[in-house]
């Protein structure tokens, strides 16, 4: 069947085609109701069944694959490899998971895990996957504010942590971080159990509270730890949202719903099949890294390399070397990762073997048409976009070349995976747009398996923040989008991403895109700033490509000549500063609302996500020197 088909059975009749997606996992008592959505806009997949997610993504191969590798996990930092097969992965997690226990973890208590994209990263989520607990991934890196406000909401009775993470070779401390987080939270948890690498030799531990890991899991070695099964929809993991808009939400995953959906994805979109290989570049601290760094691949009886390391180091070309060493059928990374490679020489894409690459997925941010291009003209392999939000679990909008392949329409993640029925309607009246015009994405009810259940012990935030938009009881991604006449979905940014020019709408994005197709532009950011005559005015943030060596005014020129020409006078830039860096979270996403707060003298409200602080600095000098073009500063 193709996806048409398919996706029309999804959504009209969801019960029988979910029903048929719940063989894919394991149940150890079988659904006795495929959807209770009786209480909306809660609902419930696969109700009194019971599963496990550490079950389906080892237990289960032992078998058929305990041989084959089940994470290859690089470090360019460490410089090292460590190949993991399916019975050695299972060997680590249950002896992780009988540290845990012996720690006193139980079913429903939570762990937080702050660590870098390291093995034992994996073994710990496996390890409370099995015997119930609800992990909590703090992307390590994080400030020590960052992870105090995520334990004060998950009140953990563990942080697991690893002594150190590295970035482009320099060590970072993570312990002295953790002890200032645990100083400022108002729920510590007992005790935390330090992954010990060897990298801090002046780490302190606190007596009693901090426990190493190695030492315990010499005396767990060799344990078996049986399986916790759940109720499908009891809570497998929180994960807090990026922040880009705001406070982070703790979303909250179950268990069997997202098995299902994240076993389909592998075959339908990623087209993975068992003993095939991934190559994730996300972190596990992501909504992508569980799903495709753990989770999926996994379920899905597939190698996933995980990567610890810069995308440029030893040198730019350590991805595609990764792709041809272990045969990589599936790359799955991030617009802002490809820019990264765009800045240095193109010809690292073309001295690897990539003859066992097929797809190159991209998701995070949409994915500009020249990097599109660049990364499917230098690789000639397909390159797929596909969208989705930590509150989807895996993707919600995108092609399904596992099943059939519909043309790439650069620029769009294409259409809607299985159950989710999209309606692009205007924000004030909820009416549906037509073909053409720009709305709010919205999703019909019920959510389909994988998305959020709820915000962690806060059903009212989920309530309001989702579907307290419109009328009609409709999740609200909170994105515009615009729907082609052929039924292609465009993300248009935001909703909180708009520019009021002269009562004309503007997408920031829309303006970011005909700035990047300029060669000499490497990143580019647009946020609107007050104007007395239009009411607001597109300010242009970008960055060059390595090497260039234009006059930063000629170059401004031309940008602003670039937006005229593509998008008329209307969209004509107020100003454009060439900046050095671009202030980003953590996440890579590009954090708009502080470039604008540095435009209007305003406080930049909550920063702690922010991943580079001399890149807001840079702009900040970039402001008060004034524009390379323009009037504005
Ligand atoms: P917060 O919700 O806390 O502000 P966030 O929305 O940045 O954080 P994520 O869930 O990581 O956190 O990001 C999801 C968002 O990323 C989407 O809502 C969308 O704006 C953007 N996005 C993801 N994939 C794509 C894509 N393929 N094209 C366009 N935009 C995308
Ligand atoms: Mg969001």
Redesign the pocket.
């Known amino acids: 069947m193709g996806y048409d088909e398919l996706w029309r059975r999804s959504v009209d009749e969801p019960e029988l085609f979910w029903a048929e997606q719940a063989r894919l996992i394991h149940w150890e008592t079988p659904p006795q109701r495929i959807l209770d959505d009786s209480r909306p806009p809660f609902r419930r997949w696969f109700v009194g069944g019971t599963t496990n997610l550490c079950h389906n993504a080892i237990d289960r191969h032992l078998d058929e694959r305990g041989d084959q590798l089940a994470i290859v996990a690089v470090s360019t930092e460490t410089e090292s490899t460590r190949e993991i097969t399916y019975r050695e992965l299972h060997r680590e997690v249950n002896a992780f998971a009988a540290v845990l226990v012996e720690l006193g973890v139980g079913k429903g208590d939570r762990v937080v895990i702050y660590m870098p994209n390291i093995a034992e990263a994996v073994f710990a989520m496996l390890a409370c996957a099995r015997i119930g607990a609800i992990h909590s991934v703090v992307f390590g890196g994080f400030a020590a504010h960052n992870l105090a406000l995520r334990i004060d909401d998950a009140e953990p009775v563990l942080l697991i942590c690893a002594d150190a993470g590295m970035r482009g070779g320099k060590v970072i401390p993570y312990k002295p971080l953790i002890d200032a987080a645990l100083r400022e939270t108002k729920a510590p948890p007992a005790h935390v159990l330090i992954v010990d690498r060897g990298l801090d030799p002046d780490m302190d531990r606190v007596e009693l509270r901090d426990v190493d890991y190695n030492e315990r899991r010499r005396r767990h070695e060799g344990a078996n730890v049986p399986v916790t099964w759940l109720e499908s929809n009891e809570p497998s993991y929180l994960l807090y ?6 406070k ?2 703790g979303v909250q995953r179950d268990v069997g719903g997202y098995a299902v959906a994240l076993a389909l994805s592998m075959t339908t979109i990623f087209d993975l099949h068992p003993g095939q290989t991934i190559l994730c570049t996300s972190d596990v601290g ?2 992508v890294g569980h799903s495709y760094n753990v989770y999926g691949p996994l379920i899905g009886g597939c190698t996933a390399i995980l990567y610890e390391g810069l995308p440029t180091a030893p040198d730019p070309g350590i991805w595609w070397r990764l792709c041809e060493t272990y045969r990589v059928r599936t790359m799955f990374s991030s617009p802002t990762a490809i820019r990264v490679l765009k800045k240095q020489d193109a010809s690292w894409l073309s001295r690897s073997d990539l003859s066992a690459l097929k797809y190159i997925f991209c ?5 500009d048409q020249t990097t599109y291009e660049w990364l499917s003209g230098g690789t000639g392999k397909l390159v797929v ?7 989807t679990g895996w993707p919600a909008v995108s092609l399904m070349p596992g099943l059939d392949l519909k043309p790439v329409r650069p620029g769009s ?1 294409g259409f809607p995976t299985f159950g989710f029925r999209m309606r692009v309607i205007d924000e004030a009246t909820g009416d549906e747009k037509a073909a053409g015009e720009k709305g709010v994405l919205v999703v019909e009810l019920p959510l389909p398996p994988g998305c959020l259940t709820t915000i962690w012990r806060d059903d009212d935030r989920y309530v309001r923040s989702y579907f307290g938009h419109f009328k009609e009881l409709l999740y609200s ?3 515009w989008a615009v729907r082609d006449a052929d039924g292609y979905l465009f ?1 248009l ?2 909703t909180d991403d708009v520019i009021n020019v002269a009562g004309h709408r503007l997408g920031t994005r829309e303006i970011e895109e005909s700035v990047a197709t300029l060669g000499a532009v490497a990143e580019v950011a647009v946020v609107g700033i007050g104007d007395e005559l239009k009411g607001q005015l597109p300010a242009v943030f970008a960055t060059l490509k390595q090497g260039v060596t234009d006059d930063p005014r000629d170059v401004a020129q031309a940008m602003e000549r670039r937006v005229v020409e593509l998008l008329g006078a209307v969209a004509r830039p107020g100003c454009v500063y060439v900046v050095s860096a671009l202030p980003k ?1 953590r ?1 890579g ?1 590009l954090l708009r609302r502080a470039i604008q707060a540095v435009m209007e003298g305003t406080d930049p409200g909550d920063l702690s996500t922010l991943d580079d602080p001399t890149a807001l600095e840079a702009v900040r000098r970039a402001v008060a020197r004034g524009p390379h073009c323009g009037r504005h500063g």
């Open positions: 949202t990026s922040g880009t808009t705001g982070p939400k992501w909504a998701a995070g941010e949409p994915l976009d596909n969208y989705w939000q930590t509150e993640p991604s909170l994105d993300i940014g935001r979270t996440s996403k």
